[in-house]
């Protein structure tokens, strides 16, 4: 149901002020597309949330639970927004995780909203708001994201959708909210998630399956240098799909995209 | 009361899931302490508090409104920890700040523990998980901790009571919940905090008062090398003061701490 809570699998809209993903952001979450009444990329998604909890030493709850989370949410619905909250749950002041863990899960489902009809590919701008290096968060996607918040805080022009961030030293690593993959000498290049920045599942995906395609992937190191003279710019997001860049302030325009339409409709399905 | 909670000013254990402090870390706290029933340096934690409010764009709420929350749990009690989190409140999903922000304030209280009786000074470690960089957030108290929670789950030893962090690059920058000061050739120097770390209340109040008693003070870069020779170590902090280290694993031992001794007695009050 549109709008429907869960923590541990009950209806409630509350968590305890106690808890650590409150307290430190001490926790993960993954944002799923649900089509057809189930989540896509289901299994990549636990994939990654797995890894998360072993990397932070968070207990991990069985996987059926929170497939059976997920399921109750989508209940009735074709398609939605799937969002699943996992923290280290309630626990005494200070940073030091409590010898015995109680996790928190929060399942929440909300409205899938369809990209306008019509757009020609999207603009980005440079987020000025840069990415602190972490090789132990890299990858993951973890409740500290204040850098996010602070980079979306910088625009509000509805025209930009959205904003490529760098790390400290001037690499570009993805965008806010979707990784970011590069046309340039034949191949699609995607930036190296290695000390900061989200692996995303369609990064995963369109990694894994461009080459079936016979598209040459590779993951590289680049900076805005290199995405002047790029043929063809894409974003990719598990809950928006390939979106194709128009234009990227400062940096450069493109037309077409042939390679993001190619893998819209092998990987789909349509979001929009 | 010791385990009051306050949210918004009412008696409640819970808060929204929707809540930007759970969703994304998006908020900032402080941790006090109250001694005489009233809380030490308030003005400099509510000082701190407004520099973040102002750093990441959250509304500042009065404080005679935190200060009100404050003698709320206190009452009755001589001493305590009085922790405040104050967060971007209930939002819709997406990183992006809402037009209309109603911030969430939580304010509790817990027991104060004093330090056990003789210790002759801290055993620390360094750590293995650095600091990212991010001048934006460096500074403040926010509620983005994962690399905090990391480092204190880096050891168990009850001897070891706290852990230095380093910067990316190797510098030394505070422990987990505390910040260093260091006494080397006649100064009294402490890492600056420029692109990561917390700014610490007593640091602070350190950097402040010392001159006053003869003693110099100086903002540095430190390295682990500078660590080795030094006269003496101390670590301050808020809630547990001036507390001398004995040793630093794998760089040193002090004994003596004369100077950490003279600005205990002239900050205390005593909180052993």
Redesign the interface.
């Known amino acids: 149901m549109i709008g429907q809570?869960l923590?541990n699998g009950v209806d409630?809209?509350?968590?305890?002020?106690?808890?650590?993903?409150?307290?430190?952001?001490?926790g993960l979450?993954e944002?799923m597309l649900a089509v057809g009444g189930s989540i896509r990329h289901f299994d990549r998604h636990m994939q990654r949330l797995s890894e998360g909890c072993v990397r932070?030493?968070i207990p991990q709850p069985a996987p059926e639970l929170l497939a059976q989370d997920c399921r109750k949410v989508l209940e009735g619905l074709d398609r939605g927004?799937v969002?699943l909250?996992l923290?280290?749950g309630p626990g005494?002041?200070?940073?030091?995780?409590p010898a015995e863990v109680i996790v928190t899960r929060?399942v929440?489902c909300?409205a899938f909203k369809a990209p306008p009809a019509g757009s020609d590919g999207l603009t980005l701008r440079i987020c000025e708001?840069?990415?602190?290096?972490?090789p132990?968060?890299a990858g993951l996607k973890?409740?500290?994201?204040?850098?996010?918040?602070?980079?979306?805080?910088e625009w509000d022009d509805p025209e930009v959708a959205e904003g490529l961030m760098l790390s400290?030293d001037g690499r570009v690593v993805c965008a806010?909210?979707a990784n970011i993959f590069v046309a340039r000498g034949g191949r699609l290049l995607t930036p190296e998630i290695v000390d900061?920045g989200v692996a995303g599942i369609m990064r995963g995906v369109v990694l894994s399956e461009a080459p079936s395609l016979g598209i040459d992937t590779c993951v590289a190191t680049l900076r805005l240098d290199d995405l002047g003279d790029a043929q063809e710019v894409f974003l990719t997001s598990a809950t928006r799909g390939i979106r194709p860049v128009a234009k990227i302030e400062g940096i450069g325009e493109w037309t077409g995209g042939a390679l993001a339409r190619v893998l819209r409709e092998r990987l789909g399905p349509q979001v929009s």
């Open positions: 809570r923590v409630s809209s509350s968590v305890s002020a106690e808890d650590r993903g409150l307290q430190y952001g001490d979450f944002t932070l030493c927004v969002k909250i923290t280290r005494p002041r200070g940073y030091r995780p929060i929440t909300s708001t840069r990415l602190g290096s972490n132990q968060l973890h409740l500290n994201r204040l850098e996010q918040v602070l980079a979306c805080a400290q806010t909210a900061c």
